[in-house]
Each structure stands twice: as structure tokens, then as C-alpha cells.
């Protein structure tokens, strides 16, 4: 059975730093592309970066580029989101998800597989 499981979430000041885990069970990270996406009450879950199941051109949406980056350890079964300068506007439940297209210059396509979601919330 495939599932993404999200951790790391939290609570943060402006200017500070959170790493999100996602762990892979049911298929192997280099199998599918992966990546996170967020959602604030009442707007649409939007993504924010991605990396192709072949590992190469990541993308970032311009929101989080220079901020945020996503990696991923095929050992541990698992992709990150380092976000650094986190900003208030960066308060949303961040989800992990998995089995859709990554494109390096726009937008994913619509995940198959999504994670519960990890709240994170970053205070003036």
C-alpha cells in the first residue's frame, strides 16, 4: 500500500528555520516524483517544490525559491524540505505527496498518493 507520512512541523518565528520529513512506504522515493504542497484555510493546496523520480531539475514555485529546498535520500526512504527565512505568509498545513508529473518550469500535475499534512506556523 502506497503512503507518504509527514513530520517536522511546528511553530517558528520569523526568519527561523524548519525541516519537513516525509517518509515513503509501499514504493521507493526514486520511483515516483515527489513533493510538497500547502494550503492555507480557505485558498487552494498549492505546490511548492518538487524533484522528478529521476532525481533531476528540481522545481521551486517562485514563493519559495532561494528559501526553501527539497532534497531526498534514497537510503532512508525519505525526501526533506528545508525551509530556511521562514516568513508569516509561510503559515499552511505543508503536505507531502507523490505519483504526479513534475515540471521543471511550472506547476505539478495533480498528486495520486497525499499525506495527513503537518501544520506550520511562523509568528511576527
Not at 59 to 73: E, M, Q
Not at 75 to 101: K, R, S, V, W
Request: with cysteine; proline share 4%; net charge neutral.
Amino acid at each position: 500500500q502506497v503512503q507518504v507520512t509527514e513530520s517536522g512541523g511546528g511553530l517558528v518565528q520569523a526568519g527561523g528555520s524548519l525541516r519537513l520529513v516525509c517518509t515513503a512506504s509501499g514504493f521507493t522515493v526514486d520511483g515516483y516524483s515527489m513533493g510538497w504542497f500547502r494550503q492555507v484555510p480557505g485558498k487552494d493546496r498549492e505546490g511548492i517544490s518538487c524533484i522528478p523520480w529521476s532525481g533531476g531539475n528540481r522545481w521551486y514555485s517562485s514563493s519559495v525559491t532561494g528559501r526553501f529546498t527539497i532534497s531526498r535520500d534514497r537510503a532512508e526512504n525519505t525526501i526533506y524540505l528545508q525551509m530556511n527565512n521562514l516568513e508569516p505568509d509561510d503559515t499552511a498545513i505543508y503536505y507531502c505527496a507523490a505519483d504526479f508529473t513534475c515540471y521543471s518550469r511550472h506547476a505539478p500535475s495533480t498528486p495520486n498518493y497525499w499525506g495527513q499534512g503537518t501544520q506550520v506556523t511562523v509568528s511576527s
